[in-house]
């Protein structure tokens, strides 16, 4: 007994002896860790799946029962990660997206690790960034790849710095790991590869410059175990552990998939498509990134030289060439959100070289007129009232007015930081605003870049609930409902039924006779199922993109209010009529 009180006490020391060890910027990465994990998780199974998302899924859940189907394309990792959570658990868009949401909270250690690069500053910046922008927080609470590639991609990173840190050759070990799990995830790695193998091109061409003998360093710790380790790992991991051979083709067809889309993309999307989301999801990042570009440039250390090719290799797949939908761009905004980091550091570092405290007035001054226009815009789309935003524009033009004249007069650089850092406060209101609504309020909304136009409609809750009460109330149990379907609702109706043992798919419900419930898409007006009573559902919503007037773009930047007209496809629930049982 004495034993064990001795034991517990000394446990007991050695958590407070850990606590007391902890520095302020561990704490600060906790806390940013746990929001993160907060973010993603709350409501994640709130919203339908999409098309992109209930593929894997689908194919898990119906793996778990033993079926061999498979979609043409999916995510062999989240496949595995979806067979033995819905083994283990229920098949619900939750425990789906558990994975991409952890996956995208952890990204918040990895500046942690690159202190020695970014900054401690600038890896907090880096931090917070990965913690709450939009792009994260978006990819982060869907059951796709773009978040678990980039993880990969972050794992591989650090490892090199470790290597580069320490030259243990052990080190390279977690990043072949990590590259096996991002070729079996999806194809986001092949971009950075793909300036990887340029670097090294280059460098090769250039045999005496700094870049080629770091790149000769970091390579002299590969060895063949760790190449061996990869390939091991990817099979195992594409395979899910031979239980499922096929995935290593589509992990390997992802490659493919990776290169059809630079020429795909440039029918698809225009030129701008990619730009347009980041100045409207990550002006931020944006900003802070073209601070630290200048940074990066007058240094040009090797890793600098490594990262703005990563960089300039996104945009380039991101603006001329064709990667330009909405899943790449995670593979457009990881390199910037490293420059960000860099620029989070030098304006820090600036600050603390120059600050005064007559700078620190000037910025209090400034505020007032910035909430100013602030409510003026605010009063313009409550009313429609044109003076309101010449109100606006005005107090913005005085208070640059009154930024510049104090620069003029205390004839510094320095003194220009109050505005520069209210403008960067001002930034990230609308990034934070833009992560709660993908997260909460408009992320099943068409209207939404991010959405690329068509998203599931919020009614497939109303529908599943209508299908288990009547199913308790016809047949006695939520889900023992006969019911047949038309094949070409997909996969998306096919995992709504999941839960339906008796749901069959045909190619024509016509021809299907004593089945409780018929699901057809939408028929002509007028047209009815004999012996059957129909009620519509939307299938999916749509955005056509539609002039909208300048009042219209603010209201639905600020508020997100619905702007424009959607267009529904819709679908039938057929159920017997009285008469007919």
């Known amino acids: 007994m004495g034993e064990m009180v001795q034991s517990k006490t000394a446990e007991r020391r050695d958590v407070f002896a850990w606590l007391a060890s902890l520095t302020i910027e561990q704490a600060l990465y906790g806390a940013l860790f746990v929001g993160a994990l907060a973010i993603r998780l709350a409501r994640l199974g709130g919203w339908p799946f999409d098309e992109r998302e209930v593929a894997t899924a689908l194919a898990a859940w119906r793996g778990v029962a033993g079926s061999v189907w498979r979609p043409a394309f999916y995510s062999p990792l989240l496949y595995d990660a979806h067979l033995v959570l819905f083994f283990l658990t229920r098949a619900t868009e939750a425990t789906a997206r558990l994975l991409p949401a952890l996956a995208g909270a952890a990204l918040v250690w990895g500046p942690y690790g690159l202190r020695g690069y970014l900054g401690r500053r600038g890896a907090l910046v880096s931090a917070a960034l990965f913690a709450v922008a939009p792009t994260w927080v978006y990819f982060s609470r869907r059951a796709d790849w773009p978040i678990l590639t980039a993880c990969a991609a972050m794992v591989a990173i650090l490892a090199a710095e470790r290597f580069w840190r320490t030259g243990e050759g052990r080190a390279w070990r977690p990043a072949a790991i990590a590259l096996a799990a991002g070729m079996a995830a999806g194809p986001g790695l092949y971009t950075p590869l793909l300036a990887l193998g340029l670097l090294a091109v280059w460098a090769g061409l250039a045999r005496a410059c700094a870049v080629g003998e770091a790149l000769r360093t970091l390579a002299r710790g590969w060895r063949r175990e760790h190449l061996a380790a990869l390939v091991l790992t990817f099979l195992l991991l594409a395979s899910a552990a031979t239980l499922n051979p096929g995935g290593i083709g589509v992990s390997l067809d992802w490659a493919g998939h990776w290169a059809s889309t630079l020429w795909r993309g440039m029918r698809l999307w225009p030129w701008h498509h990619a730009l347009r989301n980041l100045a409207l999801y990550e002006a931020l990042t944006a900003v802070l990134a073209l601070v630290g570009l200048g940074c990066v440039l007058r240094r040009r250390r090797p890793a600098d030289v490594a990262l703005l090719l990563w960089a300039g290799v996104a945009l380039l797949l991101s603006v001329p060439l064709g990667h330009r939908g909405a899943e790449w761009l995670s593979n457009f905004v990881m390199p910037l959100v490293f420059l960000a980091g860099h620029g989070g550091e030098a304006i820090w570092q600036s600050v603390r070289a120059h600050w005064r405290t007559q700078d620190a007035v000037v910025g209090a001054i400034l505020i007032p007129p910035v909430c ?60 934070i605003r833009a992560s709660t609504a993908l997260a909460y309020q408009t992320g099943l909304d068409p209207r939404e870049p991010m959405r690329e136009g ?38 998306t109706m096919a995992w709504a039924l999941r839960d339906y043992p008796n749901a069959q798919a045909v190619p024509d419900v016509s021809v299907i006779e004593g089945k409780a419930v018929l699901i057809t898409s939408a028929l002509p007006r007028g047209v009815v199922i004999q012996g059957y009573w129909g009620q519509r559902f939307r299938l999916q919503a749509r955005w056509e993109p539609q002039p909208l007037t300048v009042r219209e773009w603010l209201r639905w930047i600020l508020w997100r209010a619905p702007v424009g007209t959607l267009t529904f496809d819709e679908f039938e629930v057929w159920v017997k009529a009285p008469t007919a049982e």
């Open 372 to 431: 100013f226009a602030y409510l003026q815009v605010a009063s313009y789309l409550y009313a429609g009232q044109e003076a309101h935003l010449a109100y606006a524009v005005a107090a913005v033009l005085l208070a640059g007015l009154a930024l510049v004249g104090y620069w003029l007069w205390a004839q510094r650089p320095s003194a220009l930081l109050p505005g520069a850092l209210l403008a960067l406060a001002i930034l990230a209101i609308p990034m």
């Open 454 to 491: 068509a998203a599931p409609s919020a009614e497939w809750r109303q529908f599943e609930a209508f299908l288990t009460a009547y199913s308790a109330r016809t047949a006695g149990d939520p889900h023992l409902l006969e019911i047949a379907y038309e094949e070409s609702l997909g996969p």
